[in-house]
């Protein structure tokens, strides 16, 4: 099946520096890559979609100036979250859709951000 | 707005037992419909996906999908305890390439 590789997996950071994280579809090419959080014992929380070579589009409540997305190739995405605080401490993961028409998603493996 | 539920759980079988995890979901228009495993601090992992009605079966896992009826289901036969995670149902809309929409998930734990 598709790969996609996330990177780094773990890390911790002082509050107010800012921190990227990396989406890489590894075998295929990924015209949208989804972005999404999920605290300890709760969902997946959609936080933005984002299309290669355009803007990404943010879920209601997400800051679009605090997460920023970049999209710049088919095979890489990057989530800058940008004066961390200790509040957005969580497990960050980011998904490719694939080619076909079912909508399938590949995950990363996921980040997890601890803000101190 | 698009709804998926599952019931929190968790659902507790033993060892050797078949596992049943119910979905239902809002929009009539779903066209796809996933199944995904996430082990605690682990992102997920597809299981399986379904579009049409019926039953498709994949080594000891089969999803049912009834679209009448707004429902999926996966079972899990023998269940082990290796089995022991949440399971999230996801949904896409009318267009499979629109966004899937995740239900809150069931935790599912098998007992030796």
Redesign the interface.
Known sequence: ?AVVS?HPSWVICKSGTSVKIECRSLDFQAT?M?WYRQFPK???M?MA?SNEGSKATYEQGVEKDKFLINHASLTLSTLTVTSAHPEDSS?Y?CSA?GL???????????S?LTVL | QKEVEQNSGPLSVPEGAIASLNCTYSDRGSQSFFWYRQYSGKSPELIMFIYSNGDKEDGRFTAQLNKASQYVSLLIRDSQPSDSATYLCAVTGPSGYSTLTFGKGTMLLVSP
Do not use: K
Request: hydrophobic share 35%; net charge negative; proline share 0%.
């Open positions: 099946g996330q949208t989804f709760q969902s997946l959609l979609t497990f993961i859709q076909t028409n079912t909508g399938e998603l590949f995950f990363g493996e996921g997890r």
